[in-house]
């Protein structure tokens, strides 16, 4: 039986974010993902965690400028020292939120003859942020994103994120798999979950094209929840997806 997460930051967004942990419960939902919580305290987090009998999962480092069309914090050089500060806010969370995973996003390259000086950036960056969170108990995450939606985003495929962890050699460092933005790439999600179970530490999905709510795209979502059961992930399974709709109508996928 899979474990799944609602993503607030894209789900139930008919409400405020302080109201839609509420919504979440009302809806089934045990647990929860949030992209970036940092509009809300921690403290007012963790009451309506607690009100409504909800675990927060997961969620990310700040990201900067990242989802404005900019190359975000944890891979550019110039930024440093704000995404150390970022890991230090992201720690303030964790401890009273206590999160399973931190997702730390790597960003985009978006010059022509930089891409190494990023990725080296990047590579210490999620060192130092796994030097942070492992203390805590807490998995650190990266993900890679399809370069569709993110032109220049430096991570976007399933080998170059078993190629970071064949790099740093962390027991506490795993992939975040997304099976939308892979699918997006042309990869096949269910045979790489299946192969590298032991190395996702979070899997996230939404269906393909148009990241909808499953049924919207092309992806045979009972085949791929199936597949994730049978691969022996256990872990949380988080639906990331833009509902084409109401949220509330879109969750036909829970009976699957």
Not at 95 to 101: F, I, R, S, V, Y
Not at 157 to 179: C, H, T, V
Request: hydrophobic share 40%; glycine share 8%; aromatic share 10%.
């Amino acid at each position: 039986m899979l474990k799944f997460t609602a993503n607030l930051s894209m789900l139930f967004t008919e409400q405020p974010l302080i109201e839609r942990f509420k919504a979440a419960r009302q809806a089934g939902f045990s647990a929860v993902e949030i992209q970036f919580p940092y509009d809300l305290s921690a403290a007012v987090i963790k009451d309506r965690l607690d009100e409504y009998g909800l675990q927060l999962v997961l969620f990310n480092v700040a990201a900067d400028d990242l989802l404005q069309g900019g190359e975000g914090l944890a891979c550019v050089p110039e930024k440093r020292d704000r995404f150390r500060r970022a890991v230090a806010q992201t720690v303030e969370y964790a401890g009273l939120l206590k999160p399973e995973a931190i997702n730390v996003l790597p960003g985009r390259c978006l010059g022509k003859n930089c891409l190494g000086h990023y990725m080296e950036t990047f590579t210490e960056n999620l060192s130092f942020a796994a030097d942070a969170f492992s203390p805590l108990g807490i998995k650190t995450v990266f993900e890679a994103i399809n370069t569709n939606d993110m032109p220049g985003f430096i991570i976007h495929s399933g080998a170059q994120m078993l190629s970071m962890l064949d790099q740093l050699k962390r027991p506490d460092l795993f992939m975040q798999y997304d099976i939308y933005h892979m699918q997006t790439m042309g990869e096949n999600p269910a045979e790489f979950i299946a192969e590298y179970t032991d190395k996702i530490g979070h899997i996230q999905f939404a269906d393909c094209p148009g990241r909808g709510q499953p049924g919207t795209g092309q992806i045979n979502f009972e085949r791929m929840f199936s597949a994730i059961g049978e691969s022996g992930y256990s872990g949380w399974v988080g639906a990331e997806y833009k509902p084409v709709g109401a949220t509330e109508e879109s969750l036909n996928w829970l009976t699957l």
